[in-house]
């Protein structure tokens, strides 16, 4: 097997602690092994958004483990790849909130208003989801958080108890935090549905002052998508 190229960090991000302290030895667990998203896209969504520009803060939990689904954006996947049931769920919740939602399941327009969509591990092994949990990628969430606050008040959505717990203590008065239960088939009825995200988010950024996200996506066709 090939040895997979080690990936840089991205330059806005490289001065966190985690890239020198923690990174060389996970890259060294991962060489010329076979992991998800793969060496292209493990950073993509610090590449995505940098510090100053991050407004939303959504926390995923790891990459999708099945092979060609995971982009390194949380929630993400491939323009081509099926829509997971917990995606199909927040198009179904945003469908009801804003009227529509986005055609496929690629959220790289949310990244590119500054929407930091970061999962807390940023591999996993293929087929086997939370693999790579403990493998010393927990301490850069926070760090990345702490960076991206020096840029003003941020807007956290914590869904489910994973996110949650990652988060805690490191919201400041002036962000806003919208926490909600998970949009997984498992506990979407349980507080999803209904929690409204997309325009809570708007409203406050729209009361500061600040352009709204474009969650649908302008120049993409609308998927009306059912529960």
Do not use: C, K
Not at 22 to 44: S, Y
Request: hydrophobic fraction near 45%.
């Amino acid at each position: 097997m090939t040895p997979s190229p080690t990936p840089a960090p991205p330059p806005a991000w490289a001065h966190l602690p985690f890239f020198q302290a923690d990174w060389p030895r996970i890259a060294a667990h991962l060489a010329g092994t076979q992991w998800l998203p793969g060496p292209d896209r493990v950073f993509a969504a610090l590449q995505a958004v940098s510090p100053r520009d991050v407004r939303v803060v959504i926390l995923g939990q790891d990459p999708y483990p099945t092979p060609g689904h995971a982009d390194g954006l949380a929630f993400s996947v491939a323009p081509q790849a099926p829509l997971p049931r917990s995606l199909r769920n927040i198009y179904a919740e945003m469908r009801d909130d804003l009227g529509a939602a986005p055609a496929d399941g690629y959220l790289g327009h949310w990244a590119a208003q500054g929407v930091l969509l970061l999962n807390t591990a940023l591999s996993v092994g293929p087929g086997d989801a939370g693999s790579h949990a403990r493998l010393g990628w927990s301490g850069l969430a926070s760090q990345v958080i702490d960076a991206a606050q020096r840029g003003g008040p941020i807007a956290f959505v914590l869904w489910g108890g994973h996110a949650q717990g990652v988060a805690r203590g490191l919201a400041r008065p002036q962000d806003l935090v919208l926490a909600s239960a998970h949009p997984s088939p498992l506990s979407a009825r349980r507080g999803f549905f209904g929690s409204r995200p997309f325009s809570r988010v708007n409203d406050w950024l729209t009361a500061q002052g600040r352009p709204a996200i474009d969650w649908v996506g302008t120049d993409r066709p609308a998927l009306f998508a059912d529960r």
